[in-house]
């Protein structure tokens, strides 16, 4: 009988998720940025669930190796209740990684400062994305220089879940610094060299190690390590085997989703 009444309330929940109306509302300037590009690039778009409150939100960076892309609202996650932010960055070449850096960090804190608007509650945040998104979430969870300069402290995203970020300094840094893409470095731009003990719980996904675009499987592997190894108790590793660097993306959304729902205290599903 428990079980029975168990099912039935999930059931009931999910129905009630799937019966939801959705707007969303695009090309919302975060930006106190004046420059021609930021006005026309530092835009993002917000999706959320009517009438609800303190919904959990998920701010995406998109892929496209810092140099191509545009926001984006996955559709792995619509229609589940939360409050989804597709953001906009300006890119490489025509700024310097530093300059994308700050916008990411500009994005998140604007989040913060409006999502309840949007009925979402940034104490339920989670900062993904996937490639060039993904090495974005990194960076704003390990150096916390980049949301210290909006005033918000980085240690205050409740997750962190970059799909196939890149660990080591972005190829295309190195590309405009004259490198190929298989010189890797290591500077102040590589996730890695801010490994830190006391950052938010960090969950790393990637595609088959053998699949996946310039080894960035062991790279994830490596920073891994190193963030145990510096005391970090809740850094997580995930391969996805089979799929490769874009092929990924779907199937991580669920680990993501484990991730998220865990620390909201809900049921997960296997």
Known sequence: MKRFLFSFVMLCLTLTVSAQNYR???DIRYTAKTDAYAVERLKLDVYYPEGVKESPVIVWFHGGGLEAGSKEIPHKLKNKGYVVVGVNYRLLPKVTVRETLDDAAEAVAWVFRHITEYGGDPKKMVVTGHSAGGYISMMLCLNKAWLNAYGVNADDVMLYVPFSGQAVTHYNVRKMQGLQPLQVTIDEFAPIYWVRKDCPPFVLICGDRELELYGRYDENQYLARMMKLVGHQETYLYEIDGHGHG???????????????KMLGKRVDP
Not at 247 to 261: C, K, Y
């Open 24 to 26: 969303q509302v695009n």
């Open 247 to 261: 092929g990924m993306v779907e199937p991580a959304f669920h680990i993501l989703e484990t991730h998220l729902n």
